[in-house]
């Protein structure tokens, strides 16, 4: 009886020996696979304005705890994206290089195709630039004086329904009116940030605050400082008048 049981203890601990070899290997190798990371690299130098293809892009282990921000761990998910900043080769790509991102300013606010940010020197609007906020709706007025003559002064509501990006009520110096005043970039067509630079290098910028329900666009009549004193009020418009750019819907 002894001489049967000493060969079957030992075919059993062989299998248990392989057995625990066996278990150690599969699960530590998994253990492994799954902690390891990887993250997306450059396989050459891409250029911007570059369509990334898969043969773009590689992955390589990555030996930190933790991704950097933005980085991609599959290629699948960049392909087909653009980037709008160049990229050397072995150098990863983050989301903040990709052109669908580009647009995207510090505040949130998307730049999107056909607008675009303008700032301008903001006067006489201390009590509304302590109001404005990233996401405010203003409307733009200048202010001009008509051939250095005070009386003849001008005010009219150029561009309306813009929107507030950033707010900088730190005082900036103006290189055109050598006076100090806050700046606000503002969401523009190109149209609207033409007429807005212009106001700022030849006049005088105020904002006016407006309900975000409130998407009045009407025309503006000029105002005259001499015909305001007359009690006449309003002024009939110039011969020229300065356009209230119709916003893109």
Avoid: C
Wanted: glycine share 8%.
């Amino acid at each position: 009886m002894k001489k049967n049981i000493v060969p079957l203890l030992g075919i059993a601990f062989v299998v248990a020996i392989i057995t625990t070899i066996l278990f150690y290997t599969l699960f530590i190798g998994k253990t492994k696979t799954d902690g390891e990371k990887t993250i997306v690299v450059a396989t050459h130098d891409i250029a911007p304005g570059t369509q990334l293809k898969a043969t773009d892009l590689k992955v390589i282990p990555w030996g930190a705890p933790s991704m950097p921000r933005g980085a991609y761990s599959k290629v699948s998910d960049l392909v087909g994206q653009k980037v709008f900043e160049g990229t050397s080769d072995g150098e990863p790509i983050f989301a903040a290089k990709l052109a669908s991102n580009a647009g995207m300013t510090k505040t949130g606010i998307v730049i999107e195709p056909g607008m675009r940010a303008v700032s301008v020197h903001v006067t006489d609007s201390t009590g509304v630039m302590e109001l404005l906020r990233p996401g405010n709706k203003v409307d733009a007025q200048v202010v001009a004086t008509r051939n250095g003559n005070y009386p003849d002064s001008e005010l009219r509501t150029v561009v309306t329904e813009l929107t507030v990006i950033l707010v900088n009520p730190l005082n900036e110096t103006s290189t055109q009116t050598h006076i100090l005043a806050p700046v606000v970039t503002l969401l523009a067509t190109p149209a609207e940030a033409d007429v807005l630079a212009l106001g700022d290098s030849a006049g005088r910028v105020r904002l006016t605050l407006r309900n975000p329900l409130d998407d009045d666009r009407s025309q503006r009549t000029s105002v005259i400082l001499t015909n305001l004193m007359k009690g006449t009020g309003l002024a009939a418009p110039p011969t020229t008048p300065v356009p209230v750019v119709p916003k893109a819907k």
